[in-house]
């Protein structure tokens, strides 16, 4: 509700937002769907002045799934499965490699204070649903980057200096990015 007060503080300060209505509705058959709600929404929506979408409107079966706000929702074996869609994860880990890649000569420093909040954000974002085998994925993913990130600043002193330089082992602890004399980053 916080957003609300400042989207109408803003729009009175004149400030513009556009108008963007993201819906979803289920129903028992496609032909009901296509042939009386979707006439009763664009009827609903348009005394209030917006319009359905001729290009986003998609009616599908929730067992063929779809992507809504960065989640892919589907059933599989009669259960709702609401995981982060494969777009939205390629989305982030682009991101995370374009953020390496500007910071190719910064510290380790400099390299964690711009992917700790990235990847918090995007991790509280999607934690409320099943995304474990997601976060373990993009988990991997971010560590070869970070290792490419780790050889590419220690190019001719072999892999044995990048680990030792950018990922030391604490005892009984497990390979991670850190600032120096500091503990392990906690991306999460």
């Known amino acids: ?21 993201r819906l979803v509705i289920t129903g028992g058959s496609r032909e009901r769907l296509e042939g009386r709600v979707k006439p009763l929404v664009a009827q609903f929506l348009a005394t209030r002045g917006l319009a359905l979408s001729v290009s986003k409107t998609v009616i599908t079966h929730v067992d063929g799934g779809f992507d809504f706000l960065g989640w892919n929702v589907r059933r599989f074996r009669g259960m709702l499965v609401i995981q982060p869609s494969k777009k939205n994860r390629t989305a982030f880990l682009r991101k995370v490699r374009g953020v390496l890649d500007a910071h190719r000569a ?83």
């Open 106 to 188: 910064a510290s380790q420093a400099t390299v964690i204070d711009a992917l700790v909040p990235l990847v918090r954000g995007w991790a509280n974002y999607h934690r409320t649903q099943m995304a474990s085998r997601t976060f373990s994925r993009c988990d991997r993913e971010i560590w070869r980057a970070l290792w490419r990130w780790a050889c590419r600043r220690h190019p001719t002193q072999g892999d044995a200096v990048a680990q030792t330089a950018l990922f030391p082992v604490p005892e009984g602890s497990r390979l991670a990015l850190q600032r120096e004399g500091q503990a392990a980053a906690d991306l999460g």
């Open 1 to 21: 509700m916080r957003r609300e007060s400042h989207v109408r503080f803003c729009e009175h300060a004149g400030v513009r937002f556009p108008r963007a209505t």
